[in-house]
């Protein structure tokens, strides 16, 4: 069974302190990695997706690294405004169209 | 990237009333479209995939009777939630397959 878990379950960081989310997966076949931000009531942005072990992507304070086992989201010197859950997902590779495996998030909350 | 809405954003119905929920591509033909659910506090669960002109397949445990999906077109995908109950209170959330996997702004679901 396809399973992803994210840690730590929250997070509570001062302005500027940089810090490391993870998410670590166990799936027959990946696809693809996908993170994304939510914010309270609303859908999932979507941040990045990984395809391949060494694989690297960047926006703005966000990156996000893969490896065989696992990925994870760095976040260089956080604002306020980057407070949401973040959520890693996978899909797997099959013969269709998949949807995605999600882990439980990240709640991360930047204090000013 | 793509462009998704749902309608209405939340509605509240009394128990064993039918609800329908409209989730259009606005930018893009989706031959395929995810919907899931998300219960407070929790992460997203995929329920069914839907391709426009067939029927659709359910996840295990997800009554195909209960949640009726129709993809009449490759722009709209709608789902029908049948005699609602308090237990299908949730945030109902559409995606569109394709490469980074958008999500639409999500329906909040509240069943007195």
């Not at chain 1, 302190?17 to 609303?42: A, H, I």
């Not at chain 2, 049948?82 to 299908?88: F, I, K, L, V």
Request: aromatic fraction near 10%.
């Amino acid at each position: 069974e396809d399973q992803v878990t994210q840690s730590p379950e929250a997070l509570r960081l001062q302005e500027g302190e940089s810090s490391s989310l993870n998410c670590s997966y166990t799936v027959s076949g990946l696809r693809g990695l996908f993170w994304y931000r939510q914010d309270p009531g609303k859908g999932p942005e979507f941040l990045f997706t990984l395809y391949s072990a060494g694989e690297e992507k960047e926006k703005e304070r966000l990156k996000a690294t893969l490896t065989k086992k696992e990925s994870f989201l760095h976040i260089t010197a956080p604002k306020p405004e980057d407070s949401a859950t973040y959520l890693c997902a996978v899909q797997v590779s099959g013969g269709g169209a998949d949807g995605l495996t999600f882990g439980k998030g990240t709640h991360l909350i930047i204090q000013p | 990237g793509a462009v998704v809405s749902q309608h209405p954003s939340w509605v509240i119905c009394k128990s064993g009333t039918s609800v329908k929920i409209e989730c259009r591509s606005l930018d893009f033909q989706a031959t395929t479209m995810f919907w899931y659910r998300q219960f407070p506090k929790q992460s997203l669960m995929l329920m069914a995939t839907s391709n426009e002109g067939s029927k659709a397949t359910y996840e295990q445990g997800v009554e195909k009777d209960k949640f009726l999906i129709n993809h009449a077109s490759l722009t709209l995908s709608t789902l029908t939630v049948t005699s609602a109950h308090p237990e299908d209170s949730s945030f109902y959330i559409c995606s569109p397959l394709g490469n980074e996997q958008f999500f639409g702004p999500g329906t909040r679901l509240t069943v007195l």
